[in-house]
């Protein structure tokens, strides 16, 4: 599994056709990291665009995973610095809206966290559970 760090996709899809065997390339998602690459994912119609962007280069099909991930840094500076969710730039509302579109939704998540208490993991999970539980 390649994680998608790269701003554009058509790029990196140019990239995985090079691979000798490109029906085997599987792909995770890094919101922390789209964003981070210059991906605008704060409002519900970048989010659509991004999502579509996604579809049409790799295939949503091919996302077997998402690391749903708020980051602390600024739209297209290309650093990692990942933030609990809704504490960062993305947002709660938008991370939400990401992980629970139709066409994302069976797509298992991880998140990545700074470093918290064992409580503080409890509570965030517990959060993000009660999300796919209001739907």
């Known amino acids: 599994m390649i994680c998608l760090l790269v701003a554009v996709l058509k790029i990196f899809m140019s990239f995985c056709k090079k691979v000798d065997n490109p029906k085997r390339l599987y792909f995770c998602v890094d919101t922390a990291h789209a964003y981070s690459f210059g991906y ?3 409002s519900p119609e970048k989010m659509d665009a991004f999502i579509g962007e996604l579809h049409t280069t790799i295939s949503l099909e091919k996302i077997e995973l ?3 991930n708020d980051t602390s840094s600024n739209l297209g500076s290309n650093q990692d610095r990942h933030a609990l969710p809704g504490e960062g730039k993305i947002g709660e509302e938008m991370l939400k809206r990401f ?3 139709p066409r994302l939704i069976k ?3 991880i998140i990545e966290p700074p470093l918290i208490a064992f409580e503080q993991q409890q509570q965030l999970l517990a959060r993000i559970h009660s999300w796919y ?3």
Do not use: G, M, N
């Open 133 to 135: 539980d209001a739907r």
């Open 40 to 42: 605008e994912l704060t």
């Open 66 to 68: 998402i690391h749903l």
């Open 107 to 109: 797509i298992p998540i």
């Open 99 to 101: 992980v629970l579109d």
